[in-house]
T-cell receptor, first 114, second 116 residues
Framework: AQKVTQAQTEISVVEKEDVTLDCVYE???????LFWYKQPPSGELVFLIR??????QNEISGRYSWNFQKSTSSFNFTITASQVVDSAVYFC???????????FGKGTRLSVIA | DTGVSQDPRHKITKRGQNVTFRCDPI?????LYWYRQTLGQGPEFLTY????????KSRLLSDRFSAERPKGSFSTLEIQRTEQGDSAMYLC??????????????FGEGSRLTVL
């Protein structure tokens, strides 16, 4: 069975601080895919990134970076120099190789205070 | 706008009534998914279609729920004899053929159901 755990329910930071959102996953598949989605107050889930299990290279995109570590089954997300517009609920998700549905964590609500 | 479209955005109904939600996926996306999201939780998978075929259904989808995608384009999700526990946001997502197994899902803004 696939499972995603986001232990942080809510995080508040002051603008310009760096913040890391944790994600731990469980799967028996040797090939799988990890995702991060952002859900702003409007409600629409917005895709941020996908990583394949065989590619552990970390990725940076502007102020966003992702740290994938298979050894600890973690796929953490860091926002550098946070901004008020980053305030949203962030979901980590997992999909197995065998066309299983996307499984989401419970999300982390990030509040960036000006 | 060519994104995933859902209708209605918000539905308030009395317990025991039937409700139907519609989802129009992105054009040429052959896969369509329904998820349910309750307050403080992540989206939970309900069912998905590849073209008009319903390929998988979650145990969450009780016999009061039925989904269709008759022509492989738009989809409907019907809930019969609604219960208060059905109150949630119902999310629709689609994905194109090439990304069906590995790629991201494109989500609509959801249909919020409130059962009184």
């Amino acid at each position: 069975a696939q499972k995603v755990t986001q232990a942080q329910t809510e995080i508040s930071v002051v603008e310009k601080e760096d913040v890391t959102l944790d994600c731990v996953y469980e799967t028996r598949d040797t090939t799988y895919y990890l995702f991060w989605y952002k859900q702003p107050p409007s409600g629409e889930l917005v895709f941020l990134i996908r990583r394949n299990s065989f590619d552990e290279q970390n990725e940076i995109s502007g102020r966003y970076s992702w740290n994938f570590q298979k050894s600890t089954s973690s796929f953490n997300f860091t926002i550098t120099a946070s901004q008020v517009v980053d305030s949203a609920v962030y979901f980590c998700a997992l999909r197995g190789y065998t066309n299983t549905p996307l499984v989401f964590g419970k999300g982390t609500r990030l509040s960036v205070i000006a | 706008d060519t994104g995933v479209s859902q209708d209605p955005r918000h539905k308030i109904t009395k317990r025991g009534q039937n409700v139907t939600f519609r989802c129009d996926p992105i054009s040429e996306h052959n896969r369509l998914y329904w998820y349910r999201q309750t307050l403080g939780q992540g989206p939970e998978f309900l069912t998905y279609f590849q073209n008009e075929a319903q390929l998988e259904k979650s145990r969450l989808l009780s016999d009061r729920f039925s989904a269709e995608r008759p022509k492989g384009s738009f989809s409907t999700l019907e809930i019969q004899r609604t219960e208060q526990g059905d109150s949630a946001m119902y999310l629709c997502a689609s994905s194109p053929p090439r990304q069906g197994n590995t790629g991201e899902l494109f989500f609509g803004e959801g249909s919020r159901l409130t059962v009184l």
